[in-house]
């Protein structure tokens, strides 16, 4: 090959500056997805991030209408007492009203308004879910915060950010799952929610996944993780087995919440780790 037929072959500097801009977009979700350590080995290449979530649902454009509350039942000494949540044998109880459901938007139509916990005495909406209603993958959190509370849909405040980015780092994106919380109301302060709060809201959170009925679950943090199989265990024994847990059928893979990656990088090196197992098992 002689110099010119060379030259012929040389990247124009529009080539190079596409390179080097892709690189750089490349370099800067690798670092708010895992802080100042690139992660290395066998991973797929990562998706772009998605821009931070709108207000669209999986019902069409738009937040979901608030029907007026309804009045509490059970109880009518304690308002706030709905009536038994579990057996005794401490499986979850479906109300009858809700089992009836037969999609999402029934579902929702169910719980909106819903004063059964403390929670509905001081939340702005319920925060029922948003994503694909057919998806494979549904992910859990654990509560709403201020922001999800303000627009009524999940992971919409700085771990939602995080979490679309973590999405799209083992190539999903937001409209190809479904994000859940189990409960449904923000609690005040953004404290953990109590056991009481949660049992309440375990018959709705049971119907949505039968109704969703994916092969996969990824749930967020120590509670929902506790919370969806049913222990008591660290952080650390949740993960030990990643993707041997099982959730009526359903693979269930534990990794941090968002939330605490935010206060703690060292966690996101083996959350990219859960994530990787994860989508190993997903395009299996």
């Known amino acids: 090959m002689t110099p010119d037929d060379s030259a012929a072959f040389a990247p124009s500097a529009d080539d190079v500056r596409r390179v080097l801009t892709d690189a750089r977009r490349f370099l800067v979700?690798?670092?708010?997805?895992?802080?100042?350590v690139l992660p290395v080995g066998d991973s797929r290449p990562a998706a772009p991030a998605d821009p931070p979530p709108t207000a669209a649902t999986a019902y069409g454009e738009g937040p979901l209408p608030q029907a007026a509350p309804t009045a509490p039942t059970g109880d009518p000494a304690d308002p706030y007492r709905g009536g038994p949540t579990k057996t005794a044998a401490g499986e979850v109880i479906v109300p009858p009203e809700i089992a009836a459901a037969?999609?999402?938007?029934m579902l929702y139509g169910q719980i909106n308004g819903c004063l059964k916990c403390p929670l509905g005495a001081t939340r702005k909406h319920v925060v029922f879910g948003v994503g694909d209603p057919k998806t494979r993958l549904l992910v859990i959190g654990e509560a709403p915060g201020a922001d999800e509370d303000e627009r009524g849909e999940p992971f919409v405040g700085r771990s939602g950010m995080l979490l679309t980015k973590m999405l799209a780092a083992v190539n999903f994106s937001r409209e190809d799952v479904?994000?859940?919380n189990i409960v449904k109301c923000r609690p005040p302060n953004n404290?953990?929610?109590?056991?009481?709060?949660?049992?309440t809201c375990q018959g709705y959170l049971r119907r949505q996944i039968a109704l969703i009925d994916p092969p996969f679950i990824l749930v967020l943090g120590k509670v929902a993780a506790n919370t969806i199989l049913g222990r008591n265990d660290s952080m650390m024994k949740l993960r030990e087995s990643a993707g041997a847990h099982e959730f009526h059928g359903i693979r269930v893979f534990v990794t941090y919440h968002p939330a605490a990656l935010l206060r703690n990088e060292a966690w996101k090196r083996p959350a990219w780790e859960d994530l990787k197992a994860l989508r190993r098992a997903y395009d299996a």
């Open 29 to 36: 979700q690798q670092r708010d997805l895992f802080g100042n």
């Open 102 to 105: 037969t999609d999402l938007p």
């Open 178 to 180: 479904y994000i859940a």
């Open 191 to 199: 404290r953990d929610p109590h056991a009481d709060e949660v049992d």
